[in-house]
């Protein structure tokens, strides 16, 4: 008998790495974690991924995905589309500590971003992630587990309650300041029918679908960074929030790190796909 059970409440996909997400009803599963997720990233010049912590208005870039393409827009111009079937020159690109080959989506969409992204000394490109490459999460974390991710920060999904926002929005409240949306913390599948923070304590959580169940191992708390300190409406960034969060987030277990959510990796159920109102079941680390 599993130690809690709930329901997916929302699902998220941020199929541009750092640029604006797109909420769904239905998300297919991949061993990468949900499809499209962080597929495609904004690289400088020398390869090296860029994210809303040095241009925070990247959150203006508001990807739509249709049967064929990736179609970009942001304030003031024209949308863009970027074919699935572009062939793009496979290019060395750096995210964090890995180096892996990303398809290089042209000049046309670099000369939007430089356009629109518009940071002196830098020149942008789109690249996608190629299917040459092959990145693995920390096996520190995944007890030596192979668990295969795109360009996300590291590991394949990024898992949370309700009840977690629900707290820090309270809190935020209590200090005379407005609540913030889930949006700042970029989850992938928001839960509901835990406590606060619950999340933190489970080993795997198990979705139940109509052609079979998607497993996940919650194997790391989330450290945060300033993104959650950023309005993805306004693009402006303020404290409070992680300033709230840290007099409460501070985890031991993770050298003091203030952290939201947690990171999981795929077990099982690649090829399934997930709905908001699923059923889960988990169970509690040992």
């Known amino acids: ?7 997916i409440a929302q699902l998220f996909i941020y199929p541009v790495k750092s640029c604006a997400g797109i909420e769904l009803s239905v998300s297919d599963v991949t061993a990468c974690g949900l499809k499209w997720d962080r597929e495609w990233m904004i690289v400088d010049q020398t390869g090296q991924f860029l994210t809303q912590r ?22 003031n111009c024209p949308t863009i589309e970027v074919p699935f079937a572009t062939a793009g020159v496979a290019r060395p690109v750096s995210i964090w500590n890995d180096t892996v080959l990303g398809d290089d989506m042209g000049d046309e969409i670099a000369a939007w971003l430089d356009a629109f992204l518009a ?36 590991f394949a999904v990024n898992i949370v309650t309700q009840s977690a ?11 005379g300041g407005e609540p913030v949306s889930i949006h700042r ?14 999340e933190d304590n489970l080993d795997t959580l198990t979705i139940h679908t109509v052609t079979g169940a998607v497993e996940f191992v919650l194997v790391k708390p989330c450290p945060r960074c300033a993104i959650p300190n950023i309005d993805p409406y306004t693009a402006s960034s303020s404290p409070e929030v ?10 031991a277990r993770m050298d003091g790190a203030i952290c939201f959510a947690m990171n999981a990796i795929v077990r099982s159920g690649a090829g399934r796909t997930l709905h908001t109102g699923a059923p889960f079941d988990a169970d509690f680390a040992i």
């Not at 008998?1 to 329901?7: E, K, L, P, R, S």
């Not at 040095?54 to 304030?75: K, Y």
Request: charged share 20%; glycine share 8%.
């Open 54 to 75: 040095q241009i925070p208005h990247m959150v203006w870039i508001v990807p739509l995905l249709t049967d064929t393409a990736l179609i970009l827009s942001a304030p």
């Open 242 to 251: 992680g300033l709230t969060l840290a007099e409460y987030r501070s985890l």
């Open 119 to 154: 940071v002196p000394g830098k020149q942008f490109r789109l690249v996608r992630f190629s299917a040459q490459s092959r990145r693995l999460s920390s096996t520190q974390w995944t007890q030596g587990v192979e668990a295969p991710n795109q360009f996300s920060d590291g």
């Open 1 to 7: 008998m599993a130690d809690c059970t709930g329901v």
């Open 185 to 198: 913390f970029r989850p992938n599948i928001v839960i509901e029918g835990l406590e606060p923070h619950e």
């Open 165 to 175: 926002l629900d707290a820090l929005n309270e809190r935020l409240g209590d200090a």
